[in-house]
T-cell receptor, first 115, second 115 residues
Framework: AQKITQTQPGMFVQEKEAVTLDCTYD???????LFWYKQPSSGEMIFLIY??????QNATEGRYSLNFQKARKSANLVISASQLGDSAMYFC????????????FGTGTSLTVIP | SQTIHQWPATLVQPVGSPLSLECTVE??????LYWYRQAAGRGLQLLFY??????ISSEVPQNLSASRPQDRQFILSSKKLLLSDSGFYLC??????????????FGNGTRLTVT
């Protein structure tokens, strides 16, 4: 079974609108972390936001927030007030305490911001 | 603060030639080190990871190899490149497990074209 599932290969959003990128995960570990990365066309992988399994509040970093629903095993990234520079690939990832050296990545979502 | 250096940024090599990509990390000790490959428009494929000097775990059997001669140095090599080795190679580091709350930090990547 896939550890991380991103079901949206491509998404479009109007500039200044909000967009949600979906991520579901599969783990039996109680202790785990969820991460989102942005990869612009230049290729570098930029760490955006982190959510721990014990965190009761959703993580936020500027215009990025993570909608964490533990019972549903989902960790969706919300980008508010989209900008043209947000056009990129976005990857969801997970690290488990039990397999602490491994990172599991989803297949990514390509986001295009339309002016 | 920690930084990761990866070079070269781009590389064009003929089929059958050798390969050496190098990655170094500064500002931390005993990191986990990783090599990923990404085909155009695709997700990340873990090639190798290392939890210490001389300790290499291979995820994908192929004509690539990795070595960790020093604590913060990770090298990806091939004796004879294949066309299928073309891709975007990313080096990354993370704090060593057991942990789940520290992210992967990526280098800027090497774009390899085998002709």
């Amino acid at each position: 079974a896939q550890k991380i599932t991103q079901t949206q290969p491509g998404m479009f959003v109007q500039e200044k609108e909000a967009v949600t990128l979906d991520c579901t995960y599969d783990t039996s570990d109680q202790s785990y972390g969820l991460f989102w990365y942005k990869q612009p066309s230049s290729g570098e992988m930029i760490f955006l936001i982190y959510q721990g399994s014990y965190d009761e509040q959703n993580a936020t970093e500027g215009r990025y927030s993570l909608n964490f629903q533990k019972a549903r095993k989902s960790a969706n990234l919300v980008i508010s007030a989209s900008q043209l520079g947000d056009s990129a690939m976005y990857f969801c990832a997970m690290r488990e305490l039990g397999t602490g050296n491994q990172f599991y990545f989803g297949t990514g979502t390509s986001l295009t911001v339309i002016p | 603060s920690q930084t990761i250096h990866q070079w070269p940024a781009t590389l064009v090599q003929p089929v059958g030639s050798p390969l050496s990509l190098e990655c170094t990390v500064e500002g931390t000790s005993n990191p986990n080190l990783y090599w990923y490959r990404q085909a155009a428009g695709r997700g990340l494929q873990l090639l190798f990871y290392s939890v210490g000097i001389g300790q290499i775990s291979s995820e994908v059997p192929q004509n690539l190899s990795a070595s960790r001669p020093q604590d913060r140095q990770f090298i990806l090599s091939s004796k004879k490149l294949l066309l299928s080795d073309s891709g975007f190679y990313l080096c990354a580091w993370a704090f060593r497990g057991p942990t789940y709350n520290s992210p992967l930090h990526f280098g800027n990547g090497t774009r390899l074209t085998v002709t």
